[in-house]
């Protein structure tokens, strides 16, 4: 059974930091896309970061410098770091893992970033 369970949400005032962290099971995790989401009430979810299987990342527009995603394979964990929030960075975050067209997700994890 896949699980990924992200951690690591939570209150914080603008610009401060958070680092949000997602454990899987289930899968090889190395062989994995990795990705984080968001989704703010009332919007879309967006992606928010990317990290390939080599490591290579990439992040939406809207991040600007501020977040970094990695991974550490040995602990089949993915991070969010992120930087500078602001009060627009509010929302549900997900972490999801992709492969050869198979995709999951994690359950979210609530972000809140007051002025």
């Known amino acids: 059974q896949v699980q990924l369970v992200e951690s690591g949400g939570g209150s914080v005032q603008a610009g401060g930091s958070l680092r949000l962290a997602c454990t899987t099971s289930?899968?090889?995790?190395?062989?994995?896309?990795l990705d984080w989401y968001r989704q703010a009430p009332g919007k879309q979810r967006e992606l928010v970061a990317t990290?390939?299987?080599?490591?290579?990342?990439n992040y939406g527009l809207f991040v600007e410098g501020r977040f970094t995603i990695s991974r550490e394979n040995a602990k089949n964990t993915m991070y969010l770091q992120m930087n500078s929030l602001k009060p627009e960075d509010t929302a549900v975050y997900y972490c999801?893992?992709?492969?050869?067209?198979?995709?999951?997700w994690g359950q979210g994890t609530q972000v809140t970033v007051s002025s």
């Open positions: 289930g899968i090889v995790f190395s062989d994995y896309t």
């Open positions: 999801a893992a992709g492969y050869k067209g198979a995709k999951y």
């Open positions: 990290i390939s299987r080599f490591g290579t990342p």
